[in-house]
Every structure is written in structure tokens, then in C-alpha cells.
């Protein structure tokens, strides 16, 4: 009998059983929290994706999710099926059906055929597809934040935990920044005040959709999805475009959305994802001195 890799008996009888042996796939990244297998199964084409707690316990990344928005991941696996399917009733874009799920453990989901995205690639339909996905995301108004299956923290938590966030992970890489620069930047964390929270992934890139046809058409990485402040993921959004694809991105946002002020947050949450390694940069200045905004 073909076994699932990684996976216990026990874990395999809520698998469909698989036709041949899975194939593995890749890693991308060095710090990936999973690994992939491409699994054919009698119901279909299947990707497995198992937690690889080494990578996950030394992600600065999931430091930050856990400490600011209490994801607790990876154990908050347990919920991915169910929000997967309010994530599909929200966005313009497929959202992969979860077979099967574990906490801490593993996810069984959906294979998409579509294809992955390359920068050189984007298209204006693309950038204007990913501001219809985000601006409906952002309709999604709630006045409590946190994990996105139970959102609870209160708006008076969110610069508390801010400034706590920031300052945690600024310790764990203290060579960086400068003394001057994380006083400045913890004391503006305490004055930012946040209303309405919405869906957000605090680890938005390019490579978590799938296009086809010069579209997107699917994303298929939920594990970082969050009820937060618009305006975080507004700031990363900032790295991703190009200044030509920030007006694209603006004209269709608005449609479902305003365009808030960036103003006073933009320093506090620059250094929180920058902290976070949302994109691998590892010079600070460079970071901050990025010119392109909303």
C-alpha cells in the first residue's frame, strides 16, 4: 500500500488513498514552515503540506503573528478548513478546498493547475485583480482583531501590542537598529488607533496567487490570514508594486474601499514587517527609505 509521507496510519484513514507514490516538491525558501508533496490520489489531485517545526520555531515571521495577533500557529491549523470556505465567499479569486487537516500536524488540500506567478510577468489585470481580492477583503469590517476564526482582541489592544511586538522581536535582532531609531519608533506605536479591523495576510506576496492566462486565478497559502488593521497590509502592498501599478492598484481599490492616510503609521509598520522578514530584508535604511506609497 502507498503511504502519505510523514503521516501516521492513524492520520492517513482521513486521506483519500493515493493511486502511486507522492512526489516531492521543492522547498523555495529556507525558512519554509512546510514541506510539499504533489499527491495522486483516487479523489484527485492532492498537495500535503507538513509543518516543519524547526523552521517554524526559528521564523521571526510567526515569532510576530503569534506574539501581535495570538494565531497560534501552527495549531490554528485546525480552523484552515473553515476558513477557507469564508475566505471563498469573500474573494473574486478560487480558494483551494481543504480534504483534510490536523493541528500542528498537516494540511490536505486541492491541487490547482493554474500557474504560478513571475514578477516580470504581472500584468495590469493582474494588479487590478489583486486590488478587486483586497478590496472586498477589506469590506469584511469587524471591531475586534486576532486570529482570523476568532477574533477578540479590542482596538485598545492594538497599539498596546504594537509596541510590546516590536519591541520583542528588535531584541531578538538587536544589531539592525539603531537605539534612536526603536525609541522613535515604539513611542509612534503607542499613538496609532485602529477602528475597524478587516481580513489580512501580514505575508502577502506575488507567489502566494496562482494566474492563468496573464489572470490571477487562485491564492492558495491561507495559513497567515488575520482580522487587522487595513492599513498593514496598505504598507506592505507598498513593496510589492511598482509605481505604475500602485495607480492601477488605486483606481479598482477604491471602488470597494478609501484609500486611508498612511501618514502615521506607515514608520511603526515599515519596522514591524521589516522585523517580521516579510521579504528578506535584512538592511533597515534601505527598508525605510522605500519611496513608492499609497
Known sequence: MVSYPLLSQQQQRQ????????????????????????????DGLLILKVCNHSSIQGSSFWKGMNKLFKADFPANLLHLAANSDQLAVISPLEIPEIISVEANRFVLA????????????????????LASHIGKCHQQTKKTW?????PVLSAEQWPMLLHETIMTL???????????MLKMTLQESQTIQAADFVPIMPDLRWDQFLQKNGRL?????????VYGPRELELVLLEYLLTSRQIEIFKKQYGQYVKIPD??????????????????????LDKW????ISL
Open 15 to 42: 486521506c483519500p488513498k493515493l493511486k502511486k507514490t507522492a512526489k516531492k516538491l521543492p522547498v523555495l525558501f529556507a525558512d519554509s514552515t512546510h514541506q510539499l508533496w504533489q499527491c495522486d490520489s483516487v
Open 110 to 129: 486541492r491541487w490547482l493547475y493554474d500557474e504560478p506567478i513571475e514578477l516580470e510577468s504581472i500584468t495590469d489585470e493582474m494588479v487590478s485583480q
Open 146 to 150: 486576532g486570529a482570523f476564526h476568532h
Open 170 to 180: 528588535a531584541q531578538n535582532a538587536p544589531k539592525l537598529i539603531s537605539d534612536d
Open 217 to 225: 486565478s487562485a491564492l492558495v497559502d491561507l495559513d497567515a490570514f
Open 262 to 283: 498612511l501618514t502615521v503609521v506607515r514608520r511603526p509598520y515599515r519596522v514591524l514587517l521589516f522585523f517580521m522578514n516579510v521579504l528578506g530584508e535584512q538592511n
Open 288 to 291: 525605510l527609505n522605500r519611496d
